[in-house]
C-alpha cells in the first residue's frame, strides 16, 4: 500500500518557511546554471549566425585573426582572378579586400570605454554580406561615414544614427544602423575601406579578402587552390569556421559558472539532506503511525524521497522564473581574437529550462535518498516512543 501523494504537499504545506529557505538554495544553484548556460548559448548562436557557408576569407599565413592579418593589394589581385568565383551584376568577381581595426567607445556600464571592431569594406562587401539598413542608410564612399550594427547602437549612446565618432584623422558620422540577425556582425561598425585605411595608414596592408564561390562545392575548390598556390603566402578558410573558432570566448565563462554550480549544487544537496533529516527525527511517531496503519518500509522510504524530490521540483521553477526576464537581454563579452567586445542576447528556452529542472531533480533525489532509508528503517516500537 503506497501513501498518498497529498500526505507530502501537506507536509511541505506546514513546513513553508524551511521549506521555502531550502527551495531557495537550489533555486539559486539552478539559476546560476541556467543564466551561465544561457549566456554561452546566446554567444554561440550569434557566432554560429555569422558567415555564408559561399563565403572563403583570405588571411596571411598562420594568421588566425583578422585584426593581426595583413594582406596587400597585390595579393588580393591574384586571389581574386581564381575562378570559382561568383560574378556579381557588373560582371566584376564577387570579392572584398577589407581592413579591421578597434576602437574605444564609452558606454553605459563602462565609462572609461571598450573596444569595438571597425571594419573598412567595399560597396562589394556590403552587398556580399546581405545586410539591411533599420535606420537611415549606407555610408557613402570617400566619406567618413560609418553604419554601425544595432547592438552598437543599442548599448553605445554615442554611437547612434546622427552622431559622431571620433577615430582614425577625424570624425566619422553615423549615418545608418544595419541589422544582421543577431549575428557577430550587430556588434561591428563598417565603413569606406579606402577612407579606413586611409586613415589608419593601412593603404598598402589590409587585413583580409573575402571571397563569394558560385556553390559550396566550389568554395571547398576554390579554398584548397588557393591555400596550395605558393605565390601568395596565405591562410584561407570558410567564414562560417572563422566565426566558430571565436567561441572559444565562451569557455572561461563556462567553466567558472559550471564550477561555482557545482560547489553551490554540494550545498544544495546537503541543505535538502538535512531538511530531510530534520523532518524525519521531528516526524518519528508520525512514522511509527504509518507503520501501524499498514504502511511498509518501501512506501515509507518512497514517501520521504518523493518529498525531497518535490522539494527540488519547487525550487526548480523558482529558478526558472529568476533567470526567465534575462531571456532577450543584451550583453557584451570581450572576444580573445577580435580583442573587442561582442555583444549578443542571453538565450533561456524551453529547453534551457527542462535542463534546470532536471538538475533539481538531481539534487533533490541526492538530498533525499539517505533521509528516506533512515525514516523506512525505523522500528515501529522505537519510532513511537520518540518525541
Known sequence: MSIPLSYNVRNLMVRKTTTLMTAAGIALTIAVLLATMGLVRGLRSAFEATGDPLHVLVLRKGGNAELTSLLTQEQFQIVKSFPGIAKGSDGQPMASIEVVTVINIPSEDSPEGMNVTVRGLSVQGVQMRKLKVIEGRWFKPGLREVVVGKSIAKRYPGATLGKQLRFGKGYWTVVGIMDAGGSATDSEIFGDGNQVASDFNRADTYSSALLEATDEGTAAALRNALQSDRRLNISVMTEKEYYEEQTVSSRPIQFLGTFVCIIMAVGSAFAAMNTMYAAVARRAQEIGTLRVLGFNRGSILFSFFLESVLLAIVGGILACIIVLPLNNVTTGLGNFITFSETSFNFRIGPELMAIGLVFALI???????????????????????ET
Open 363 to 385: 539534487l533533490g533525489a541526492a538530498g533525499g535518498l539517505l533521509p528516506a532509508r533512515q525514516a523506512a528503517r525505523k522500528e515501529i516500537l522505537t519510532a513511537l516512543r
